[in-house]
T-cell receptor, first 115, second 112 residues
């Protein structure tokens, strides 16, 4: 696609429920990133996929968080047993290799509210 | 702990003035540095990147990198009210592959 697409744009859930957030990166971009941004805060790194390499999961805050990337394209971030502190905007970004590496293009984000 | 530090602001400048935004980082081996702009309620968008010591200019924006002192700055000349946003500094740390670490951002307000 022309840009990074994320869905849903807004999700309200009850504490304890599981949620899935989806990211469709720019076609041909091999790197995909998930960041989290709480209100008025900076971006917190969660997980990074690069091609077929093992993902860098060092930013996942707990074992309730997991992510996968199928076929080197679409990624799903799953949060199990959601807590109120999980409320944030979850941003996905993608980048290409070579001279475009590190130049991230962000999606519009998925705003998660846990009641 | 690899950190990227920014003053949260707000930094208030009058229209037409130069806005100076600063960022320090903890890993001396870092190689790549980025400035992103984020309007309220929107996603970050890339303004510019810099890899070498010195200045890099792009229109009204100048990025300045000093690896010895471990800081990177963004200057915005002839500031406009439309420049009012949060500016995020990001660093690729040595041996971090392509993973960017972001600072907390500086909120800039340009007053007419």
């Amino acid at each position: 696609g022309a840009g990074v697409s994320q869905s849903p744009s807004n999700k309200v859930t009850e504490k304890g429920k599981d949620v899935e957030l989806r990211c469709d990166p720019i076609s041909g971009h091999t790197a995909l990133y998930w960041y989290r941004q709480s209100l008025g805060q900076g971006l917190e790194f969660l997980i990074y996929f690069q091609g077929n390499s093992a993902p860098d999961k060092s930013g996942l805050p707990s074992d309730r968080f997991s992510a996968e990337r199928t076929g080197g394209s679409v990624s799903t971030l799953t949060i199990q047993r959601t807590q109120q502190e999980d409320s944030a905007v979850y941003l996905c970004a993608s980048s290409s290799l070579g001279s475009g590496a590190n130049v991230l293009t962000f999606g519009a984000g998925s705003r998660l509210t846990v009641l | 702990q690899k950190e990227v530090e920014q003053n949260s602001g707000p930094l208030s400048v009058p229209e037409g003035a130069i806005a100076s935004l600063n960022c320090t980082y903890s890993d001396r081996g870092s190689q790549s540095f980025f400035w992103y702009r984020q309007y309220s309620g929107k996603s970050p968008e890339l303004i510019m990147f810099i890899y070498s010591n010195g200045d890099k200019e792009d229109g009204r924006f100048t990025a300045q990198l000093n690896k010895a002192s471990q800081y990177v700055s963004l200057l915005i000349r002839d500031s406009q009210p439309s420049d009012s946003a949060t500016y995020l500094c990001a660093v690729v740390y040595n041996n971090a592959g392509n993973m960017l670490t972001f600072g907390g951002g500086t909120r800039l307000m340009v007053k007419p």
